[in-house]
């Protein structure tokens, strides 16, 4: 949400956005320990495929290092080869609706299994992870590096949302939890307060909310719920 209103500045659009939280940054968070780095709750690791991520670092001065390599443990080649045909398996659509740990404890040996997840660095964090999309994720980011933000990736939220702040064009309002939307353009929150729009985006929605309106009846047919993360919106007029 918040890198697409970093580029939507020079369009001069007037945005109204709620926060169902009292802070910015959804999944990154970042939690302060006294005497010690701080503890990401959220997002972690990024490597150099992360353009977008990279240039926002590089744009607002914040420093990341070097994080995790995989350079320490090597793959046989068997091993290589078996987790090759098993990524192209997990694009069938039967594992939409999978865990990773459910299909892949099945497919290699435990010890396999063990291995690939230290080399891949996740560890038991992964053990719930939607098959197919884990699986796309490893295909797409098999690199040696990764980096992480020794102040904690909080620190680029925080810098963007001041950023922002200064757009006389964007109005921020927190723990406004939207749970409906009514005749496509009326937005009702838990505080019971009503907001209008000509156009509305759904950032991680409750799909309660949307699921009586007919633009998003195709959408939500379309898709499983698993993988509804983000629903956006391209309207004819620009």
């Known amino acids: 949400c918040l890198y697409f209103l970093y580029l939507c500045r020079a369009h001069n659009l007037r945005v109204c956005i709620l926060e169902k939280s009292s802070r910015v940054g959804g999944r990154i968070h970042s ?5 010690a780095p701080p503890i990401e709750t959220g997002a972690l ?25 995989k350079t ?11 987790l090759g045909r098993f990524l192209k398996e997990c694009k069938r659509k039967l594992y939409n609706y999978q865990t990773f740990a459910s299909v892949a404890t ?55 949302y001041a950023d922002l702040t200064t757009c006389p064009n964007y109005e921020f309002f927190m723990n406004e939890k939207v749970v409906k939307i009514a005749d496509d353009n009326n937005i009702y929150t838990s505080n019971d307060h009503h907001y209008t729009a000509d156009h509305i985006i759904l950032a991680c929605p409750n799909i309660e909310a949307i699921a009586g309106l ?25």
């Open 31 to 35: 939690v302060p320990i006294e005497g």
């Open 45 to 69: 690791r990024f490597n150099k495929n992360h353009v977008l991520l990279l240039q926002l670092l590089r744009h607002y001065n914040i420093t990341y290092d070097p994080f995790i390599t």
């Open 72 to 82: 320490n443990i090597q793959l046989t080649k068997e091993l290589n080869r078996k």
């Open 106 to 160: 099945n497919y290699f040996s435990e010890a396999e299994y063990t291995l690939l997840k230290k080399w891949y660095g996740y560890n038991e964090d992964w053990e719930g992870s939607n098959c197919a999309n884990l699986a796309r994720q490893i295909a797409l980011e098999d690199v040696d590096q990764y980096y992480h933000v020794p102040a904690g990736l909080t620190s680029l939220v925080e810098a963007l």
């Open 214 to 238: 007919d633009a998003f009846v195709p959408v939500l047919k379309s898709v499983g719920q698993q993988t509804l993360n983000r629903i956006y919106a391209k309207f004819r007029d620009g």
